[in-house]
C-alpha cells in the first residue's frame, strides 16, 4: 500500500461541514462512533457504497449497517414492529444494531448485499450524530478497517489501516477522540418470526432481554438460525438459474453483459467496465432479469480482481442450484 497521506481533522463543525458535502458528493469519509471508526458513504449512492467494498478489500459483499440521526429516519429506511420500537426507545442512541425489513429505496440493494432486510442503527457520539444531520441521507459505515484487521477506535488507527485518498480510501478521516465503547454494536434480527442476537456487542444480551425477553442465539452454520448472512441460503438467490461465463445469450436467456464487448441490446453492469459501477448495478440488474419471462440468465465473464472478486463470489453462489428455490418447489 501507498502511504496514507488522508488528512485526519479535529471534528469541530467546519470539519464536519466538510465531511457532510464530501459524503454527499460521493465521497468516504472515516469517522468515529461510540463503537470503533466506521467507513463512512452515502447509503443511496451504490457506486460510493461498493467503493467502501474496494477499500476493505473484502473478498465478499457481507451487509452493512446503515447509520441514521433518529429513530424517525430510522423508521423512513426499515420497517418497525413494536420489538423494534421497544428496543429503539431504551438503547437508541447507542450501540445496536437492528435488522428490519427494507423500505426505502432510495438505498442502494448493495448496501444489505441484495438482502430484502436492513441493518440500522442510530449511533451516540456527538460527531456522528452532526454528520448525519448534516448530510440528511443514511449513511452505511462498516468499520473502518481493511478486512480481516482488527476494528480502528482511533482516528490514527484508520490511516494504518485503510489506502489514502488518492487510491480508494477516504477524503478525510474526522478526529473525534478515542471510542468510548470500542467493540462493535450489538446485532438483532427483528425481521423473523422471533428476535435473533447476530453478533454480541455494546449492549449486553441481558440488557437487550430485560426489555423484549429471550433472544434466540447465533449457532452453528446451517441451523435454522443465521449466523453470518453473506453465507446464508436466506440470502436473495435469482429464482431463474444463472448460467456464468456467458458470450451471448441462448434461446430463453436473458443476457447481463460487463464492458465494451457486450452485445448493444443487453443490460450491462458496466459499459465501461468499470468494477465499482459493476458492483453498484449487480443486485438490482439481477433483481429486474429474475422477475422477466425468461428461463435464465447468463452472465458475461467479470475479471476477477478487486471488486470483481466479491462480484463472482456473489455470482457463483447465485449460479449453485437449491433445492428449495421457488421453482422447484411450485413445479
Ligand atoms: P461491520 O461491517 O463490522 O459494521 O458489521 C456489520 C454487521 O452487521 C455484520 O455482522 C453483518 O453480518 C450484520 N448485518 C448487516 N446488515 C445485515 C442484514 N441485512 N441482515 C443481517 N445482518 C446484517
Ligand atoms: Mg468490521
Known amino acids: 500500500m501507498t502511504e496514507n497521506r488522508t488528512p485526519i481533522v479535529p471534528a469541530d463543525s467546519v470539519a464536519i461541514a466538510t465531511a457532510a458535502k464530501q459524503l454527499c458528493e460521493g465521497s468516504l469519509v472515516a469517522f468515529p462512533t461510540e463503537t470503533v471508526y466506521g467507513l463512512g458513504a452515502d447509503a443511496t449512492n451504490g457506486e460510493s457504497v461498493a467503493r467502501v467494498f474496494a477499500?476493505?478489500?473484502?473478498?465478499?459483499?457481507?451487509?452493512?449497517?446503515v447509520h441514521v440521526k433518529d429513530t424517525a429516519a430510522a423508521e423512513a429506511a426499515a420497517r418497525f414492529n413494536d420489538t423494534a420500537r421497544k428496543l429503539a426507545d431504551a438503547f437508541w442512541p447507542g450501540p445496536l444494531t437492528l435488522v428490519l425489513p427494507r423500505l426505502d429505496d432510495r438505498i442502494s440493494l448493495l448496501v444489505s448485499a441484495g438482502l430484502d432486510t436492513l441493518a440500522v442503527r442510530v449511533p451516540g457520539h456527538p460527531?456522528?450524530?452532526?454528520?448525519?444531520?448534516?448530510?440528511?441521507?443514511?449513511?452505511?459505515a462498516p468499520s473502518a478497517n481493511m478486512a480481516g484487521c482488527i476494528s480502528p477506535t482511533a482516528a490514527g488507527h484508520v490511516v494504518?489501516?485503510?489506502?489514502?485518498?488518492d487510491t480508494g480510501g477516504?477524503?478525510?478521516?474526522?478526529?473525534?477522540?478515542?471510542?468510548?465503547?470500542?467493540?462493535?454494536?450489538?446485532?438483532v434480527d427483528l425481521s423473523a418470526a422471533a428476535p435473533i442476537l447476530l453478533r454480541p456487542g455494546g449492549i449486553t444480551t441481558e440488557d437487550i432481554e430485560a426489555v423484549i425477553g429471550p433472544l434466540a442465539q447465533p449457532s452453528a452454520p446451517n441451523s435454522e438460525v443465521p449466523k453470518s448472512p453473506g453465507m446464508q441460503d436466506r440470502h436473495y438467490a435469482p429464482v431463474l438459474p444463472i448460467r456464468l461465463d456467458a458470450?451471448?445469450?441462448?434461446?430463453?436467456?436473458?443476457?447481463?453483459?460487463?464492458?465494451?464487448?457486450?452485445?448493444?441490446?443487453?443490460?450491462?453492469?458496466?459499459?465501461?467496465?468499470?468494477?465499482?459501477?459493476?458492483?453498484?448495478?449487480?443486485?438490482s440488474m439481477i433483481r429486474t432479469l429474475d422477475g422477466l419471462p425468461f428461463e435464465a440468465i447468463a452472465v458475461m465473464t467479470v475479471p476477477d480482481q478487486g471488486l470483481g472478486r466479491a462480484i463472482n463470489d456473489r455470482l457463483r453462489r447465485a449460479a449453485q442450484p437449491l433445492p428449495t428455490k421457488p421453482k422447484d418447489v411450485c413445479s
Open 160 to 165: 494504518f489501516s485503510l489506502p489514502g485518498a
Open 247 to 283: 458470450t451471448n445469450a441462448r434461446p430463453g436467456e436473458a443476457f447481463l453483459g460487463f464492458g465494451p464487448k457486450a452485445p448493444d441490446d443487453a443490460i450491462n453492469l458496466s459499459l465501461t467496465a468499470d468494477l465499482s459501477e459493476a458492483a453498484a448495478n449487480l443486485f
Open 127 to 140: 460527531v456522528a450524530q452532526e454528520l448525519l444531520a448534516e448530510t440528511g441521507v443514511p449513511v452505511a
Open 55 to 65: 477499500a476493505k478489500q473484502r473478498p465478499q459483499f457481507n451487509p452493512l449497517i
Open 170 to 187: 477516504p477524503g478525510m478521516i474526522l478526529d473525534g477522540g478515542p471510542c468510548t465503547v470500542g467493540i462493535e454494536s450489538t446485532v
